[in-house]
T-cell receptor
């Protein structure tokens, strides 16, 4: 089956620190990969995505590269801000009109001033 | 932008009550989903629908049912609420196709007492 594994949390960083959140996956086919973010009290928002190997998704200073050889899609940001404090979910879906997302368990990031 | 509206942000119900959670979208998306989110468990799929009057069970359908009489509205029904259904419930829509991620509503935090 399909699954997404995220590193254990929570993660606490100081403002302007470098962020890496690991995500690896297993899939029966060729997946599209996503990162979602959930700010306190809100639903999930799409942060970035990549649909084929070596694609780099980017948004709001965050980046993730689709690595087929290591089945990974790690999220990075060079300098985090307090406003980045949120829960981050990695997810995948396989091709098809009626595709469902498979989510990782999410990781909580807290950024202190 | 697609808007997904969940009727209540917070809801408190008594054990044994029948509970309706409503989700309405404004962009004619075919696919709609109901998830519950619990600490340490991430998002778990309850039910989904790819078309009007069509529904399929997700990973944890027990104790729930759904209704989709119109394309824009997808309702989640707790037939007889129990305390273990206290959770955050998230509705999501998808235009169709692996390239498109989900658009989520803001969530309903349900407490069953």
């Amino acid at each position: 089956g399909n699954s997404v594994t995220q590193m254990e949390g929570p993660v606490t960083l100081s403002e302007e620190a470098f962020l890496t959140i690991n995500c690896t996956y297993t899939a029966t086919g060729y997946p599209s990969l996503f990162w979602y973010v959930q700010y306190p009290g809100e639903g999930l928002q799409l942060l970035l995505k990549a649909t084929k190997a070596d694609d780099k998704g980017s948004n709001k200073g965050f980046e993730a590269t689709y690595r087929k050889e290591t089945t990974s899609f790690h999220l990075e940001k060079g300098s985090v801000q307090v406003s980045d404090s949120a829960v981050y979910f990695c997810a995948l879906t396989l091709a098809g009109a009626n595709s469902k997302l498979t989510f990782g368990k999410g990781i909580t990031l807290s950024v202190r001033p | 932008d697609v808007k997904v509206t969940q009727s209540s942000r917070y809801l408190v119900k008594r054990t044994g009550e029948k509970v309706f959670l409503e989700c309405v979208q404004d962009m004619d998306h075919e696919n709609m989903f109901w998830y519950r989110q619990d600490p340490g468990l991430g998002l778990r799929l309850i039910y989904f629908s790819y078309d009007v009057k069509m529904k399929e069970k997700g990973d944890i359908p027990e104790g729930y049912s759904v209704s989709r009489e119109k394309k824009e509205r997808f309702s989640l029904i707790l037939e007889s609420a129990s305390t273990n259904q206290t959770s955050m419930y998230l509705c999501a829509t998808q235009a169709g196709g692996a390239f498109y991620g989900y658009t989520f509503g803001s969530g309903t935090r349900l407490t069953v007492v």
